[in-house]
T-cell receptor
Framework: DSGVTQTPKHLITATGQRVTLRCSPRSGDLSVYWYQQSLDQGLQFLIQ???????AKGNILERFSAQQFPDLHSELNLSSLELGDSALYFC????????????FGSGTRLTVV | DAKTTQPTSMDCAEGRAANLPCNHSTISGNEYVYWYRQIHSQGPQYIIHGLKNNETNEMASLIITEDRKSSTLILPHATLRDTAVYYC??????????FGQGTILTVHP
């Protein structure tokens, strides 16, 4: 157990639908990062939050949004889902300035049918 | 962050040392060399990092050349469970982790 909790582990939904992925960071970590990993792509950085504020954006589609709540958990919202959104979605957390890198959760596998 | 270059794939016999190279010729003075690995479909796992000195922990050793343009991750006694994709990343302490294609390490019995 890495200390980063992601729910649900698996999600199957239809095209056009909206889903929410949840991430609870490791205790004390203020930074949360979201990554997408699809079959034909490597790990792609989506977005970063630090203590409730957006800090960096990567290749995140406009149909996707995220937020970090006061208790530091984060949610990634994916809407108008397409088949190509099927992927593993990972959340990672990090203590600010930590030299020991990011701690990743076990991911949410999203399948859009 | 500096770009890193790694071989696409490598093989290693179980019980032998696995030496995974990484080139980072444009690394800047405040960038650390980090190594992560991803075992099939699991979340990436931190292995080790270093700035300019060689480092060792319970998982691996990291050898960084004196000019810091390349490094080698050493798994001293590889096991089948070390089969994974290994990522070498140059990163400042406040930087954003960006993954390349990594090296697919296959450990054979």
């Amino acid at each position: 157990d890495s200390g980063v909790t992601q729910t649900p582990k698996h999600l199957i939904t239809a095209t056009g639908q909206r889903v929410t992925l949840r991430c609870s960071p490791r205790s004390g970590d203020l930074s949360v990062y979201w990554y997408q990993q699809s079959l034909d792509q490597g790990l792609q950085f989506l977005i970063q939050y630090y203590n409730g504020e957006e800090r960096a954006k990567g290749n995140i589609l406009e149909r996707f949004s995220a937020q970090q709540f006061p208790d530091l958990h984060s949610e990634l919202n994916l809407s108008s889902l397409e088949l190509g959104d099927s992927a593993l979605y990972f959340c990672a957390s990090r203590a600010w300035g930590s030299f020991y890198g990011y701690t990743f959760g076990s991911g949410t596998r999203l399948t859009v049918v | 962050d500096a770009k890193t270059t790694q071989p696409t794939s490598m093989d290693c016999a179980e019980g032998r040392a696995a030496n995974l190279p990484c080139n980072h010729s444009t690394i800047s003075g405040n960038e650390y060399v980090y190594w992560y690995r991803q075992i099939h479909s699991q979340g990436p796992q931190y292995i080790i990092h270093g700035l300019k000195n060689n480092e060792t922990n319970e998982m691996a050793s990291l050898i960084i050349t004196e000019d810091r343009k390349s490094s080698t991750l050493i798994l001293p006694h590889a096991t089948l469970r070390d089969t994974a994709v290994y990522y070498c990343i140059a990163l400042t302490s406040y930087g954003k982790l960006t993954f390349g294609q990594g090296t697919i390490l296959t450990v054979h019995p």
